[in-house]
């Protein structure tokens, strides 16, 4: 079966630091990856996706993910976080051998940029 | 321009009645979503809609309708409402192809009280 698990609820970071914001899935097939960011009373927004290629994916807002297939991850990253960075993130997967159009949703993290 | 738009951004109702929550994609895509949000923040996905085939996520009650007048309506119609409903509904479009999945771009979100 399908699943994507985000391990950790919150993950608090001081300002300028490095942060990760953890994922792994398990599919079937290829894993189609997706890292989106919710902030507060707004929906989600796209930051980045893995569909085949380099494993190294830049996204939006200096953000940048890692496949790993061997440990199906998929690790959200950012050299030096901001405090415009504390937001919801979600890691989502979508199996390529499943023939509907949904995505399988983690659980969610919250980050905290502290100043 | 608004890609994905969802009326009203707020809907307070009493247990019982019945309320639409309408969505339009101004991006050509040719599927839409309706997701749930609950308050822990969970995503949960209840329909998709693509090209007049609908998947439904058999935990939605079937006092939700979807109805989709054309590609780039998706209005989702909820009969007797119930305290449980309570939640954000987001709406989500993208342009499924066959060798590859495109992100979701999501509305703003309908936040929805039944008391």
């Known amino acids: 079966a399908q699943s994507v698990a985000q391990p950790e609820d919150q993950v608090n970071v001081a300002e300028g630091n490095p942060l990760t914001v953890k994922c792994t899935y398990s599919v079937s097939g290829n894993p189609y990856l997706f890292w989106y960011v919710q902030y507060p009373n707004r929906g989600l927004q796209f930051l980045l996706k893995?569909?085949?290629?380099d494993n190294l994916v830049k996204g939006s807002y200096g953000f940048e993910a890692e496949f790993n297939k061997s440990q199906t991850s998929f690790h959200l990253k950012k050299p030096s976080a901001l405090v415009s960075d504390s937001a919801l993130y979600f890691c989502?997967?979508?199996?390529?051998?499943?023939?509907?159009?949904?995505?399988?949703w983690g659980a969610g993290t919250k980050l905290i940029i502290k100043p | 321009d608004t890609a994905v738009s969802q009326t009203p951004k707020y809907l307070v109702t009493q247990m019982g009645n019945d309320k639409s929550i309408k969505c339009e994609q101004n991006?050509?895509?040719?599927?839409m979503y309706w997701y749930k949000q609950d308050s822990k923040k969970f995503l949960k996905i209840m329909f998709s809609y693509n090209n007049k085939e609908l998947i439904i996520n058999e935990t939605v009650p079937n006092r939700f309708s979807p109805k989709s007048p054309d590609k780039a309506h998706l209005n989702l119609h909820i009969n007797s409402l119930e305290l449980g409903d309570s939640a954000v509904y987001f709406c989500a479009s993208s342009q499924v192809l066959a060798e590859t999945y495109n992100e979701q771009f999501f509305g703003p979100g309908t936040r929805l009280t039944v008391l």
């Open positions: 893995y569909i085949t290629g």
């Open positions: 989502a997967v979508r199996d390529s051998v499943d023939s509907n159009y949904q995505l399988i």
């Open positions: 991006l050509g895509h040719d599927t």
